[in-house]
């Protein structure tokens, strides 16, 4: 969806369906209903498909696309320049999973960002989390799980508002930073997979985007 001009040092991780499977078809469709221009039917469930195969295919899109985002601005995100992982003043986030950081940790931005694409990577990886062969069913707590990554996605985000618009401004991407949060935040009220309050750090952006269709 995002074709940068400006690329950092990082390695963008891109995560994409297989082709022939149920995912891929269903991106395919995602792809062709974006090009209409409203973002608010895009993210609508295609007729006759199952909610979970939609919601999958989009987790994998968005990580693609905030990575690709953040990754244009690393050079400007570093623990200098971004001791803690914030969105705006009054906001930090600790880092906390059930294996390497049981408990809440503070980190810088970076530390945290990338700490949590690779979280996020591992979880799409895990075929049986996400199955990608056709028919094979999502395990019961896959709504737990998506739910919280999303909910970590929308920090990197917060933090590339509040700490880092004005160098996407200054790069001109400011458009495709736009495009893709409000893409992500009508897919997220459609299928309620973020608690109002974590919106907070950007509530009058959001109901701005909400107002405007």
Known sequence: MFAFGTKSSQTFRVRQPEAGTKQYQLRQYAEATLGSGSLMEAVKLPKGEDVNEW??????????????????????????????MTAGGN??????????????TQMSAPDYINTLLDWTQHKLDDRKLFPTEIGLEFPK??????????????????????????VMVAMELEAYLNTSFKHFVFFCKEYDLIDDKEYSPMKELIESMMSSG
Not at 59 to 79: K, R, S, V
Not at 91 to 104: G, H, I, L, R, S
């Open 55 to 84: 919601i999958a295919m989009n987790a994998m899109d968005f990580y693609t696309q905030i990575n690709m985002l953040y990754g244009t601005i690393t050079e400007f995100c570093q623990e200098a320049t971004c001791p803690r």
């Open 91 to 104: 906001v930090e986030y600790y880092w906390q999973d059930e294996t390497n950081y049981p408990k809440p």
């Open 141 to 166: 707590h896959f709504k737990k799980v998506v739910r919280q990554i999303f909910r970590r996605l929308f920090r990197i985000y917060a933090h590339i508002y509040c700490s880092h618009f004005h």
